[in-house]
């Protein structure tokens, strides 16, 4: 409430490279969610997709109720640069990272068909 929008920019450099900033605003004030809350928001759903540019415990939280309600859920890697915890990867049937994002995330270049492969493999 009286929280601005959060915003995000999204910058091409001349050779390819893509990089972005995020302004949390709204997005980086949401409440502590309680399991039962998040249950009824996912129940009856086909999908949940789940972004990075608002904290990671409402991230969690929604994907521990989606898998026990059996929903699939995907979590779209964009957004701010942070460590993702394994116990929540074990939650996610579906990994969305871009191409930078899959570099920064496997460590190594993810530029031709078989590096993406090999990246996603890892």
């Avoid at 129940?43 to 608002?54: A, H, I, K, T, W």
């Avoid at 904290?55 to 993702?84: F, K, L, Y």
């Avoid at 394994?86 to 993810?110: T, Y």
């Amino acid at each position: 409430k009286g929280i601005p929008s959060g915003q995000g920019f999204v910058l091409l450099e001349p050779d390819g490279t893509v990089s972005s900033v995020v302004v949390g605003g709204s997005n980086a004030a949401w409440p502590a969610l309680e399991p039962a809350a998040c249950a009824s928001l996912v129940r009856g759903v086909s999908c949940v997709l789940l972004q990075r540019e608002v904290p990671e415990a409402v991230n969690e939280a929604i994907a521990r109720a989606a898998h026990a309600e059996g929903v699939p859920v995907v979590q779209d890697v964009g957004g701010e640069e942070r460590p993702i915890a394994d116990s929540h990867l074990a939650l996610c049937d579906v990994l969305a990272p871009n191409e930078s994002e899959l570099e920064r995330l496997v460590g190594a270049p993810a530029r031709t068909r078989d590096e993406v492969l090999t990246g996603a493999r890892a």
